[in-house]
């Protein structure tokens, strides 16, 4: 565990500060390392990294939360996150998602699809609440 600390420091120093000095807030970057690791661990990395959009989707949002944990531990919302998943795992791509988010960028899934669900090896994405309906579209999902 010490040696992975150490490591990801290791590997903050060579990516270095964002260009305007800011960095994410380390509560911010453990609970999406979290919920990336509970809903998309097995899943590929860019689906992994637009289970960090959605959430963040959703911050920017009139309709949810405006922070991040509110998002992520509304009831039955995000069932994959859990308090004791690791965060070590995605670390670095959720800090490096929310780098981007404060830049303006809305990453890899378009704006507005604040909803997901998988199959246990993918998610799909979607702009709209579908309820139990899950193959209804449109459902984004990026070609592996």
Known sequence: MKTLI???AALSIL????????EPDHEDIKLLSQVMYG???ICPANEREAVGWCVLHRVDSPDFPNTIKAVITAPSQFLGFSPDNPWEPCWEEARSILIR???GERGNIPAGYCWFWGDGRHNYFRNAYI??????FPEWRQAV
């Open 131 to 136: 309820g139990g309906h899950r193959y209804i």
């Open 15 to 22: 990516l270095g500060p964002p260009s305007d000095g800011w």
């Open 39 to 41: 809903e998309a661990w």
């Open 101 to 103: 988010w404060h830049n």
């Open 6 to 8: 150490v490591m990801m």
